[in-house]
């Protein structure tokens, strides 16, 4: 029994009940994990006006008060991460050494925002006369709402709900209808460390439109943030058009990874492994075209493919699992019509594709694959790595950003004028420059194009849930 196991709403610091109920599975064996309440509509509106009254409090404490109590939640998320890991492989699948790392990943946004939370500086401004003063002051937004995916179920959490507790925002939450269990023991430890009661709500609902529609519309709500499907993310950001909130939104990505003829093979295939495979594939940063330079292609494939074979598919929990489960089954489904689509059209399949059962897909790697295909257009979410050859840099570079999303790119290139070039071509929010893996707390992460507005991590984190207002003092 986990002992951070909950399954109710998480309103004003106390669980909020419901009749009716929906079940949490393990994706490794389709098997109910908790049976959950679903948020009524009247629970939504409870939310947001303890939210409301929480953020009162919030914005009389001082920074030092909310840096302290973040502080407090980080060591609890640390003290707790075994727990949190193993809750997280349980409802989302991934390998449970993966899971540690995101629980300590996760935490470290918290950790980051303890300390930034004391440094939303204002500005003074040089005034255009004597007989003024200007400057301008950081506050709070007001009452922020968020809703999360399921493919990091902890790091999403804490990367929107550290800055905004940090800068004096009350948070209303829906987490994932997959995963919101981390969501649930996440909200318990920040009310353990001390939160401001309201200050952190958790809304579990099958429903995520109803949910989507009563936050969006609310005028008690100031920011909204998102992370998620470009498709949702567009229908969000209509429905907030209403009320000019503010919006944060991480929406998809069709990374390009390209390895030009220069660079360092081993360290290339190693990032691309990272870049592709990590969470089965299911990461709005993986690398989802992977562009080789004709003349060193059939070294990385031959190296890529060696790799790949040893790639070891299983239960999260079994030892050394590399890949576990998809989110659900029939996410197989959706692969399996981008290879047929992608074979049918000339592509050509190393490994084997045969049924794991379940929610269980073997890696897989694809050549030969051409801008016909969908499987160049479409975020893949999958351990299926799709391979094009290129002759020079103009021309990968052009493939690369003709797409409509602009979220991570990566390159690998031993040439420093190359490596300025690419860096600055690629129309891409995130480059990772020989590295597979680039997501950091003290980085700000986040798209251009279709892939997203605003930033997460790194100092522009705070800013996302903090109003600048100019002070002009006649002396
Ligand atoms: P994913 O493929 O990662 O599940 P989605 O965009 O479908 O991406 O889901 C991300 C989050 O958005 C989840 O919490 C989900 O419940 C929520 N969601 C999905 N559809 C809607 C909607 N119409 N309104 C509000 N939230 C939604």
Redesign the pocket.
Same mark, same amino acid.
């Given at each position: 029994m986990n002992n951070l196991l909950f399954s109710d709403s998480f309103i004003n610091g106390e669980f909020y009940v419901t009749e009716q109920r929906f079940s949490v599975d393990d994706p490794a064996t389709q098997e109910s994990i908790a049976y959950v309440s679903d948020i009524d509509k009247a629970g939504v509106e409870q939310a947001i006006d303890c939210a409301e009254q929480a953020f009162v409090h919030l914005k009389a404490s001082s920074a030092t008060a909310r840096s302290e109590t973040l502080r407090r939640w980080y060591d609890l998320v640390i003290e707790h991460k075994q727990l949190l890991a193993e809750l997280m492989t349980k409802e989302q699948g991934k390998p449970i050494a993966e899971a540690l790392g995101e629980v300590e990943y996760g935490a470290g946004f918290i950790k980051w925002y303890s300390e930034q939370a004391k440094r939303s500086y204002g500005d003074t401004i040089p005034a255009t006369d004597t007989a003024h003063r200007l400057s301008s002051i950081k506050q709070p937004i007001g009452v922020v709402a968020g809703?999360?995916?399921?493919?990091f179920p902890v790091a999403m959490v804490t990367r929107k709900v550290a800055p905004a507790y940090a800068a004096g925002c009350s948070f209303v939450l829906?987490?994932?209808?997959?995963t919101p269990l981390c969501a649930l023991a996440l909200a318990y430890l920040a009310d353990q460390a001390g939160f401001v009661k309201g200050a952190f709500n958790v809304l579990l609902?099958e429903n995520?439109?109803m949910?989507?529609?009563l #936050?969006?519309s609310s005028d008690k709500v100031r920011k909204f943030t998102?992370?998620?499907?470009t498709?949702?993310?567009k229908? #969000?950001l209509m429905?907030c058009a209403a009320t000019i909130k503010r919006t944060s939104m991480e929406l998809g990505g069709n990374a390009p990874f390209i390895i030009f003829d220069n660079a360092d093979l081993d360290a290339a295939v190693a990032g691309l492994m990272a870049a592709k495979f990590r969470n089965a594939g299911q990461t709005c940063v993986a690398a989802n075209r992977i562009f080789v330079q004709r003349s060193v292609f059939e070294t990385v494939l031959d190296k890529f493919t060696d790799k790949v074979a040893g790639l070891k598919v299983a239960d999260g929990f079994a030892e050394a699992t590399d890949i576990g489960p998809l989110?659900y089954p029939q996410a197989k489904d959706k692969v399996q019509a981008l290879l047929k689509d992608a074979v049918a059209k000339g592509a050509s399949l190393i490994g084997d594709n045969k049924d794991l059962g379940g929610s269980f897909q073997a890696p897989l790697i694809l050549t030969d694959v051409t801008p016909e295909m969908d499987i160049y257009h479409q975020e893949v979410?999958a351990p299926i790595a799709s391979m094009i050859t290129f002759d020079d840099e103009a021309e990968v570079l052009a493939m690369a950003n003709n797409v409509p999303y602009g979220l991570a790119a990566y390159f690998y290139s031993d040439n420093i004028k190359q490596v300025y070039r690419v860096a600055e071509a690629l129309e891409y929010g995130m480059v990772g420059i020989n590295e597979g893996l680039i997501s950091n707390p003290v980085a700000p992460f986040g798209g251009v194009k279709q892939s997203g507005l605003g930033r997460e991590g790194g100092h522009q984190g705070l800013d996302e849930y903090l109003e600048e207002k100019y002070l002009c003092i006649k002396v």
């Open positions: 809703i999360t995916p399921w493919n829906k987490p994932s209808e997959h609902s995520a439109k949910v989507g529609e #936050l969006t998102f992370t998620g499907s498709e949702v993310g229908q #969000l429905q989110i979410f």
